[in-house]
């Protein structure tokens, strides 16, 4: 059983930055996709970024509407994701899900019915 602890939410004004974390617990991160999902008040929860290692490089993948602000990252050896978000905005106010899956190459990061394992989740409030 792998659980997820996501942290570094928070209160920023918009073009600010956070860095957010989830760390595991139970089992390493390698032979996993992990991925950053966020739920907006009153919309679905939507893909932000996902990575995974293969043959010792590592793959991402990012929304188009943060691409160039975030960036996804990921330290096995400390079995934590990381997300640094930059030049952020008020759109991006949300919660912030952590999920992971054994690395499943047929499927897009975005597919969230096969992830097995969620965060509960870390607020992220943008503020003009």
């Known amino acids: 059983q792998v659980q997820l602890l996501e942290s570094g939410g928070g209160l920023v004004q918009t073009g600010g930055s956070l860095r957010l974390a989830c760390a595991a617990s139970?089992?390493?991160?390698?032979?996993?996709?992990t991925t950053w999902f966020r739920q907006a008040p009153g919309k679905e929860r939507e893909f932000v970024a996902g990575?995974?290692?293969?043959?010792?490089?590592?793959?991402?993948s990012h929304a188009d509407s943060v691409e160039g602000r975030f960036t996804i990252s990921r330290d096995n050896a400390q079995n934590t994701v990381y997300l640094q978000m930059n030049s952020l905005k008020l759109e991006d106010t949300a919660v912030y899900y952590c999920?992971?899956?054994?690395?499943?190459?047929?499927?897009?990061?975005?597919?969230?019915?096969?992830?097995?394992?969620w965060g509960q989740g870390t607020q992220v409030t943008v503020s003009s």
């Open positions: 999920a992971a899956r054994p690395i499943f190459y047929g499927s897009m990061y975005s597919d969230q019915s096969t992830y097995d394992y």
């Open positions: 990575i995974r290692r293969s043959d010792s490089v590592y793959y991402t």
């Open positions: 139970g089992r390493s991160f390698s032979g996993y996709d």
